[in-house]
């Protein structure tokens, strides 16, 4: 069974930074591309971040560029949102998902909240 | 960026109804790259149809999608009570991966 599990969030003031992460299993991860993909509250789906499988190509949404880093450890299993310079508008829950094919998510994690107020 | 706009913004309809809830985007999804979602409260989405037309796994065949191009539809041929809550489409042929603002399907 596929799984993941994201973990890390919580309350961060203004300017801080958080490291979220999202343990994966029931499949192999080492190749599969991995997605985050955000939500604020009462608020739509906003793609924030992909990675590939081997962790070599990475995307980013404009909104993020510059603060977040995307990674993996497919020895571990495990992919990471590293975020700086925080924002209150990134106040969201974060969902990691897996593609499908290419961009089409058929397993997601439950989100982990992230927010940032002082 | 793709834009995608979803309507109606809101859809008031009973069980046993049949539901049609249009994505339309502001430039070309070549491939048919469109993707629908379900998501109720508290819950992450879940992936209903890919492909524009192609249902997902497990999903029960009440649910289907149409279209192409730029102008896309999610059917719902008879509605359940289990079938309200807020629909999205999502676009995956080029990044960003966008969705539209979703369309919310209430009890009437």
């Known amino acids: 069974e596929v799984q993941l599990l994201e973990s890390g969030g919580g309350l961060v003031q203004p300017g801080g930074s958080l490291r979220l992460s999202c343990a994966a299993s029931g499949f192999t991860f080492s190749s599969s591309a991995i997605t985050w993909v955000r939500q604020a509250p009462g608020e739509g789906l906003e793609w924030v971040s992909d990675i590939s499988a081997s962790g070599t190509v990475t995307s980013y949404a404009d909104s993020v560029k510059g603060r977040f880093t995307i990674s993996r450890d497919n020895s571990r299993n495990t992919l990471y949102l590293q975020m700086n310079s925080l924002r209150a508008e990134d106040t969201a829950v974060y969902f990691c998902?897996?593609?499908?094919?290419?961009?089409?998510?058929?397993?997601w994690g439950q989100g982990t909240l992230v927010t940032v107020s002082s | 960026e793709i834009v995608l706009t979803q309507s109606p913004g809101t859809l008031s309809l009973s069980p046993g109804e049949r539901a049609t809830l249009s994505c339309r985007a502001s430039q070309s999804v070549t491939s048919n790259y469109l993707a629908w979602y379900q998501q109720k409260p508290g819950q992450a989405p879940r992936l209903l149809i890919y492909?524009?037309?192609r249902t997902a796994i497990g999903i029960p065949d009440r649910f289907s999608g149409s279209g192409s191009g730029t102008d896309f539809t999610l059917t719902i041929s008879r509605l359940e009570p289990e079938d309200f809550a807020v629909y999205y489409c999502?676009?995956?042929?080029?990044?960003?991966?966008?969705f539209g603002q979703g369309t919310k399907l209430e009890i009437k």
């Open positions: 492909g524009a037309s």
């Open positions: 998902a897996k593609p499908r094919f290419r961009g089409d998510y058929d397993y």
């Open positions: 999502q676009q995956y042929v080029s990044s960003p991966y966008t």
